[in-house]
């Protein structure tokens, strides 16, 4: 295993944690770290020495993450009639009635946009200070805690409910 | 007065000794605001009581067997190594040529977007009609430019960053004119659900966290800077 296949293997477990947020779902949450992985092996030559790997490997799976919403969201919307009955809304909507059983944490959540998810995944799930976040999302400052800020507080909200 | 979004801050350990002092001392003269305190800890301690687990959870084998074998093809590397020079050479010259061309389109005088005036690349046309009058709270969806950030330079310039079709960029206010501090690619491609409208192109946010003094311009303050003719401060 060379250098940089070793850094990989220390960042796993982080990256499963993002992941596990990110996707609210541990088997979601593994086969998007496995699709992440074959990608950063492959984009290996992009990742410039020197410059942090878990960065660059968290914005692999928040990528990855993205990719497999939008095709989701496009199987839902051609396979919805026939496999699904025509009474069930959005892929969010339907996640959440089938694991019946789930966590209030990840009810919490689910109930986030995706934007406010990944800011709350990166800040309060992995501790990355604010300017680290917003650069890992290519997002001004003020745009990730005023999203950091409506995700808390609809968060803390589901939570005391719960 | 702390609002949320400073004692968040504040939890998250983001604020300098000076502001996080100030709310050291708000919250002993203030149980209120000491309760939404311990609020937002809790929250800070649910999530990571309940996702800390999963950083220690049993490795899947078939990471690690993943890694060590590397038994991922590598197309990219291969197909770059395998190529001969010519090829290479080929394509530099092409990438030349639409240079050129779309060099000399841009340039033509009124044709385009950019425009040269004693030296320096200016916005002329729709985009410096969208970069003086369009406020980025108050855009129709479909507009040719979208402007994404208006913020002060370090030089007390007012900036903005754009995204059309074939071009996104900052600008900034000289005394008559937009000067273009940097040109990319244009990013705006369709809407989807999960991109945001006023998401740019990664390299001109970044270019625009250089350049930038402080924080952006909120709606208010756009619109302020707009009716004085975008002076500098």
């Given at each position: 295993?060379?250098a940089?296949?070793?850094?990989?293997?220390?960042?796993?477990?982080r990256?499963?944690?993002?992941?596990?947020?990110?996707?609210r779902?541990?088997?979601?949450?593994?086969d998007?770290?496995?699709v992440a992985l074959?990608r950063?092996?492959?984009?290996?030559?992009?990742?410039?020495?020197?410059?942090?790997?878990?960065?660059?490997?968290?914005?692999?799976?928040?990528?990855?993450?993205?990719?497999?919403?939008?095709?989701?969201?496009?199987?839902?919307?051609?396979?919805?009639?026939?496999?699904?009955?025509?009474?069930i809304?959005?892929?969010?909507?339907?996640?959440?009635?089938?694991?019946?059983?789930l966590?209030?944490?990840?009810k919490?959540?689910?109930?986030?946009?995706?934007?406010?998810?990944?800011?709350?995944?990166?800040?309060?799930?992995?501790?990355?200070?604010?300017?680290?976040?917003?650069?890992?999302?290519?997002?001004?400052?003020?745009?990730l805690?005023?999203?950091?800020?409506?995700?808390?507080?609809?968060?803390?909200?589901?939570l005391?409910?719960? | 007065?702390?609002?949320?979004?400073?004692?968040m801050?504040?939890?998250?350990?983001?604020?300098?000794?000076?502001?996080?002092?100030?709310?050291?001392r708000?919250?002993?003269?203030?149980?209120?605001?000491?309760?939404?305190?311990?609020?937002?800890?809790?929250?800070?301690?649910?999530?990571?009581?309940?996702?800390?687990?999963?950083?220690?959870?049993?490795?899947?084998?078939?990471?690690?067997a993943?890694?060590?074998?590397?038994?991922?093809?590598?197309p990219?590397?291969?197909?770059?190594?395998?190529?001969?020079?010519?090829?290479?050479?080929?394509?530099?010259?092409?990438?030349?040529?639409?240079?050129?061309?779309?060099?000399?389109?841009?340039?033509?005088?009124?044709?385009?977007?950019?425009?040269?005036?004693?030296?320096?690349?200016?916005?002329q046309g729709?985009?410096a009609?969208?970069?003086?009058?369009?406020?980025?709270?108050?855009?129709?969806?479909?507009?040719?430019?979208?402007?994404?950030?208006?913020?002060?330079?370090?030089?007390?310039?007012?900036?903005?960053?754009?995204?059309?079709?074939?071009?996104?960029?900052?600008?900034?206010?000289?005394?008559?004119r937009?000067?273009?501090?940097?040109?990319?690619?244009?990013?705006?491609?369709?809407?989807t659900?999960?991109r945001?409208?006023?998401?740019?192109?990664?390299?001109?946010?970044?270019?625009?966290?250089?350049?930038?003094?402080?924080?952006?311009?909120?709606?208010?303050?756009?619109?302020?800077?707009?009716?004085?003719?975008?002076?500098?401060r």
């Amino acid at each position: 295993m060379q250098a940089f296949e070793r850094e990989l293997l220390t960042l796993l477990p982080r990256l499963r944690r993002f992941a596990r947020a990110l996707s609210r779902d541990a088997a979601d949450a593994d086969d998007l770290v496995q699709v992440a992985l074959e990608r950063a092996l492959k984009a290996r030559d992009q990742w410039a020495p020197g410059t942090r790997l878990d960065s660059w490997m968290m914005r692999i799976v928040r990528n990855c993450w993205i990719d497999e919403m939008r095709s989701r969201t496009r199987r839902a919307r051609t396979f919805l009639p026939e496999e699904e009955g025509a009474a069930i809304g959005s892929q969010a909507h339907r996640e959440v009635e089938i694991r019946a059983e789930l966590h209030d944490v990840e009810k919490a959540m689910n109930s986030l946009s995706p934007e406010q998810r990944e800011v709350i995944a990166l800040v309060l799930v992995e501790g990355l200070a604010y300017k680290e976040a917003a650069d890992l999302l290519d997002i001004p400052i003020g745009t990730l805690t005023s999203r950091l800020t409506r995700g808390r507080q609809a968060l803390a909200q589901m939570l005391e409910a719960a | 007065m702390i609002d949320d979004e400073t004692l968040m801050a504040f939890v998250d350990g983001e604020l300098d000794d000076i502001a996080g002092a100030r709310v050291e001392r708000a919250i002993a003269e203030d149980p209120a605001l000491r309760a939404r305190l311990e609020q937002q800890r809790k929250l800070r301690a649910t999530l990571a009581a309940f996702y800390g687990p999963t950083a220690e959870e049993a490795m899947p084998e078939r990471f690690r067997a993943m890694l060590e074998t590397n038994i991922v093809d590598f197309p990219s590397a291969e197909a770059r190594r395998g190529r001969p020079m010519w090829q290479n050479l080929a394509a530099l010259a092409a990438t030349l040529l639409i240079g050129l061309a779309l060099g000399r389109n841009l340039l033509m005088p009124a044709a385009g977007p950019i425009g040269i005036a004693d030296g320096t690349m200016v916005a002329q046309g729709p985009l410096a009609a969208a970069l003086d009058t369009q406020l980025a709270s108050a855009q129709p969806a479909d507009a040719a430019t979208r402007i994404g950030t208006s913020f002060a330079a370090a030089d007390g310039r007012l900036c903005r960053t754009f995204d059309s079709a074939a071009m996104s960029g900052i600008a900034c206010r000289d005394a008559d004119r937009w000067q273009l501090m940097m040109t990319s690619a244009g990013s705006r491609g369709p809407r989807t659900d999960y991109r945001q409208a006023g998401s740019v192109n990664p390299l001109v946010a970044e270019a625009a966290q250089e350049l930038m003094a402080g924080e952006p311009l909120d709606a208010v303050a756009e619109r302020r800077a707009r009716d004085s003719g975008w002076r500098q401060r």
